[in-house]
């Protein structure tokens, strides 16, 4: 079956220091992929739609210079958090769909960032 | 936009049979999602529903209602790895995207 690659699986920084996530689709190829956001107890919230060889599509209320996503390839999208702050921290989740299905999204393992 | 709304938690003895319910209001509906989260893990995709009715997969069933904006997951024969968060999550026929409810936590007993 499908299957995304995301890491690091945890990471902790210094408060204003910038982390990059990786999340790859390691069997198929995603020209799109999506970036969520979950805190404690709490739904998953869409971030931002990231488009192969295009800009990604943030949503409302999500700080493009603060979460850049880059998406080089049909296999590897980057999400970077950048001047990390405390208020930060959550668990990031990345996730795909198999190119050109109405599968469901296949999601990576997710990355814990606590900025310090 | 998208609503979603779904009851947040319930314990259930191993062995017996849970309903999770999940209500939404869409503009444009595409489908209709369930995924079981594990504290600390990522989501996993459990059942798919797009057409009205009930979709059956092995101790996991899955309902839609799409006039209704309803649909309930059940769980059978619970067992202890079923404790876990459940989601539903809608897609919009506009953008493709899914939107996720706030989670059902289920904490199953012996």
């Known amino acids: 079956g499908a299957v995304v690659s995301q890491h690091p699986s945890w990471v902790i920084c210094k408060s204003g220091t910038s982390v990059k996530i990786e999340c790859r689709s390691l069997d198929f190829q995603a020209t799109t992929m999506f970036w969520y956001r979950q805190f404690p107890k709490q739904s998953l919230m869409l971030m931002a739609t990231?488009?192969?060889?295009?800009?990604?599509?943030?949503e409302q209320g999500v700080e493009k210079d603060k979460f850049l996503i880059n998406h080089a390839s049909l296999t590897l999208s980057t999400l970077t958090v950048t001047s990390a702050h405390p208020e930060d921290s959550s668990f990031f989740i990345c996730?795909?769909?198999?190119?050109?299905?109405?599968?469901?999204?296949?999601f990576g393992n997710g990355t814990r960032l606590t900025v310090t | 936009g998208q609503n979603i709304d779904q009851p947040t938690e319930m314990t259930a003895t191993e062995g017996a049979i849970v309903q999770i319910n999940c209500t939404y209001q869409t503009s444009g509906f595409n489908g209709l999602f369930w995924y079981q989260q594990h504290a600390g893990e990522a989501p996993t995709f459990l059942s798919y529903?797009?057409?009205?009715g009930l979709e059956e997969k092995g101790r996991f069933s899955s309902f839609l209602s799409r006039s209704k904006g309803y649909s309930y997951l059940l769980l059978k024969e619970l067992q202890m790895k079923d404790s876990a968060s459940y989601l539903c999550a809608v897609r919009d026929r506009g953008n493709n995207r899914l939107a996720f409810g706030k989670g059902n936590q289920v904490v199953v007993i012996p």
């Open positions: 529903n797009v057409l009205d």
């Open positions: 996730s795909a769909r198999v190119r050109g299905g109405t599968s469901p999204l296949h």
């Open positions: 990231s488009n192969e060889g295009s800009k990604a599509t943030y």
